[in-house]
């Protein structure tokens, strides 16, 4: 026995979120964690995932709910509603991936994503928030938001400044961006509920938001929230205008491959967050923080800890580098533990921790909720070139 509290993990998802969910498990120290298995709707790749692992494969998500405390949801953004109300309604805890959740169509198969009324999706992705904070809110289990930048260490860093010297942030501008998404499912808005701002932004977003909770719980017990929004999008790889060379990926069906959000917060202060797929040369990840007394760059990637120089592509054939480089030739910023400038094994970390020790973890299930109001008050700003939206106040 190592005293330490035990708690059984369960993933859902037998993809790419899954595999590093895995990993940063092993990396947790505060709580013995026991990773119990894994479903996803294909018995073929489950399978695959449970047995490279040495894990149980379940052929369903009860029975892996039954055997596990806290549910790991790595699925497309159009089933986490399901799946995290669902272990909630069993008094499960549940680390939810981002983006939270969204409006994801009315079903129809002639729903397209570019001409949807943008009213509705705000309410409707509004509404699929409520149900799953009201689920939380009657489950003993409690929602783990897994936005990995909360828990870099650079923005940690920039916690511990703010808190420590008081500081006002009057602006940040930050980015989420690269050459175009993995997941099959990312590029159709019945799945992935949007684009770069759905898919990335919201990573620099929810940074922006939680140093505003940060600055407000420090200096008056409360947060600082979002209150406004104006965006534009643009879809370049699917317009007539783009000549493809093969170096991003083209093959969205009805998303923006570009958004800019400009977003003002309740005491007057704003951030600048850019997403797009149009950036070669490496993910492209970071926030630039402007307060009253310092400013902070925080690169979440790529960052300078490490640089190679590799004369001949051949030399490196072996040798992980950094996500999503077209190559490993020349000089690179190689990284020597991505996982931990992305924050991913601190999260898993302060997870447990909370639900271990039963206390609100610091990325929660307000601050995805904000998120999310932000997101869809853009797609409505954006479809009216950029008019000013107000950010509906969700959980109130
Ligand atoms: N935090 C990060 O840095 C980060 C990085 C990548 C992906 N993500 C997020 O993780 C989530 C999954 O993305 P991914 O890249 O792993 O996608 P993926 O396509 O690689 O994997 C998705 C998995 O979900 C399974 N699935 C689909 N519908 C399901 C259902 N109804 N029930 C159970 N399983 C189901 C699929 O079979 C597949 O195994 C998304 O929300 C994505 O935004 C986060």
């Known amino acids: 026995m190592s005293g330490r509290p035990h708690l059984r993990a369960g993933i859902v998802g037998s993809g790419f979120a899954a595999a590093f969910h895995y990993e940063a498990l092993h990396r947790v120290y505060r709580v013995d964690v026991e990773i119990t298995g894994v479903f996803s709707p294909n018995a073929e790749k489950r399978g695959a995932f449970a047995n490279d692992r040495g894990i149980t494969a379940f052929d369903s998500l009860a029975a892996l709910i039954d055997a596990s405390d806290v549910i790991h949801v790595c699925t497309p953004p159009s089933t986490h509603e399901e799946i995290a109300v669902t272990a909630l309604a069993a008094g499960r805890s549940c680390i939810v991936e981002k983006p939270f959740t969204g409006f994801f169509g009315d079903g129809s198969k002639d729903f397209d994503g570019r001409t949807f009324d943008r009213e509705a999706g705000l309410r409707e992705a509004m509404a699929s928030v409520q149900r799953m904070l009201e689920a939380e809110r009657t489950s003993a289990g409690s929602i783990l938001y897994a936005e990995n930048w909360v828990y870099a260490p650079a923005i940690q860093k920039e916690r511990e400044i703010i808190e420590k010297t008081g500081a006002q942030i009057v602006w940040m501008h930050g ?216 950010v509906p106040q969700a959980g109130e």
Not at 314 to 323: G, Q, S
């Open 175 to 390: 980015e989420e961006s690269h050459s175009g998404s993995h997941s099959p499912y990312y590029g159709k808005w019945e799945h992935s509920g949007g684009g770069s701002i759905m898919g990335k932004a919201v990573h620099p977003l929810t940074a922006a938001l939680y140093l505003k909770k940060v600055e407000g719980r420090a200096r008056s017990g409360r947060p600082i929230r979002p209150v406004a929004v104006s965006a534009r999008t643009h879809a370049v790889t699917t317009s007539d205008w783009f000549r493809d060379e093969g170096h991003l990926r083209t093959s969205y069906t009805d998303i923006e491959d570009y958004g800019a959000v400009h977003v003002v917060f309740e005491d007057g202060s704003f951030a600048d967050i850019f997403a797009s797929e149009l950036v070669l040369g490496g993910v492209h990840n970071w926030i630039e923080v402007c307060t009253n007394n310092h400013r902070t760059v925080c690169n979440i990637n790529p960052n300078s800890a490490m640089q190679t120089y590799n004369p001949k592509e051949e030399n490196f054939r072996d040798i992980y580098v950094v996500e999503k480089t077209g190559t490993k030739q020349g000089w690179a910023f190689t990284s020597p533990d991505e996982e931990w400038f992305t924050g991913y094994q601190h999260e898993m970390n302060a997870f447990y921790s909370s639900v271990a020790d039963g206390h609100e973890p610091e990325s929660d299930s307000r601050l995805a909720a904000d998120t999310i109001a932000v997101v869809y008050a853009a797609y409505l700003s954006a479809a009216q070139w950029g008019r000013e939206v107000a």
